[in-house]
């Protein structure tokens, strides 16, 4: 069974600052990682599919790089509606698995 | 518009049985795998389950396999989730989702399970 680690945990950042999370999995996914948005008391959005790919609707701030094992995604400037829990999931292997969470909050 | 709406959650005794539904509409439910997520509150997402848009082929994760099953009506656009024997550590918020095989993209507002005694 495949792991999902994010890094960090919680990021503290202001707005117009540049994010950068991390997704690392414990054995390669090739490129079957998406990348989710959940705020609170709201259900998760899909943001980037096969590791770069923005789904419909999401801003171009939002992009997503990596394959194999370590991906990234960047929020090129932070709007006041990023401020949210992101959580990466693997769907090359059974079961799909999704990471723990990185907190993006304000500072 | 994409609409997923879940409901059947509620609050139900150890080892008791709830049918969750989730009634979708604005694209050709057949043409979708349909995926059951799972999120303690505060907590991280996990998988449950998943069935192929004409519901021949279905998933269970490891911690679910033998007390829950999942079905699809597609005359009437609707999911299923058949929750049995269940214990207090499926308290959740449940979620149905639309996707691909292994990747759900659109998801419903959730129903809360609890499970207490």
């Known amino acids: 069974e495949i792991v999902l680690t994010q890094s960090p945990a919680t990021l503290s950042l202001s707005p117009g600052e540049r994010a950068t999370l991390s997704c690392r999995a414990s054995?390669?996914?090739?490129?079957?990682l998406a990348w989710y948005q959940q705020k609170p008391g709201q259900a998760p959005r899909l943001l980037i599919f096969a590791a770069f790919n923005r789904a419909t609707g999401i801003p171009a701030r939002f992009s997503g790089s990596g394959s194999g094992t370590d991906f990234t995604l960047t929020i090129s400037s932070l709007e006041p509606e990023d401020f949210a829990v992101y959580y990466c999931q693997q769907h090359s292997n059974w079961p799909p698995a999704f990471g723990q969470g990185t907190k993006v909050e304000i500072k | 518009e994409v609409q997923l709406v879940e409901s059947g959650g509620g609050l139900v005794q150890p080892g008791g049985s709830l049918r969750l539904s989730c009634v979708v509409s604005?694209?050709?439910?057949?043409?979708?795998?349909m995926h059951w997520v799972r999120q303690v509150p505060g907590k991280g997402l996990v998988w449950v389950s998943r069935i192929d848009g004409d519901g021949r082929t279905t998933s269970y994760a490891d911690s679910v396999k033998g007390r829950f099953t999942i079905s699809r009506d597609n005359a009437k656009n609707t999911l299923y989730l058949q929750v049995n024997s269940l214990r207090v550590d499926d308290t959740a918020v449940y979620y149905c989702a639309r996707g691909t095989v292994g990747r759900p993209d659109y998801w419903g507002q959730g129903t809360l399970v609890t499970v207490s005694p």
């Open positions: 604005g694209f050709t439910f057949s043409d979708y795998w």
């Open positions: 054995q390669s996914v090739s490129n079957y």
